[in-house]
């Protein structure tokens, strides 16, 4: 059974740093790709940033670039999300997902989330 279980979410005042975490279990995490999301209130879910399995190569939305960095640890089976220079506009539920191959199938799976709320 996959799960991701996210941890780290909470209140930081504008241009403080969180760091996030997602521990996945259930399928073999080295194998895939993963990806951070967030939601804001009213919004459309979207993407955050990406990281490849094989070399860790990462890749992020335009709003994020230089200020958040992407990592996973394999051995730990472990996602990261290292949040530097929060705006307000980084409010969100933040989700962590993968789309794990069984059996030919693709299926798409998300974590319950963590809020993240940058305010003074």
């Known amino acids: 059974q996959v799960q991701l279980v996210e941890s780290g979410g909470g209140l930081v005042q504008p241009g403080g740093s969180l760091r996030l975490s997602c521990a996945a279990s259930g399928f073999t995490f080295s194998r895939y790709a993963t990806r951070w999301y967030r939601q804001a209130p009213g919004k459309e879910r979207e993407l955050v940033a990406g990281?490849?399995?094989?070399?860790?190569?990462?890749n992020y939305a335009d709003a994020v670039k230089g200020r958040f960095t992407i990592s996973r640890d394999n051995n730990k089976n472990t996602l990261y999300l290292q949040m530097n220079s929060l705006k307000p506009e980084d409010t969100a539920v933040y989700y962590c997902n993968v789309n794990v191959n069984r059996g030919g199938y693709v299926f798409d799976y998300w974590g319950q989330g963590t809020q993240v709320t940058v305010s003074s």
């Open positions: 990281i490849t399995s094989v070399t860790s190569s990462p």
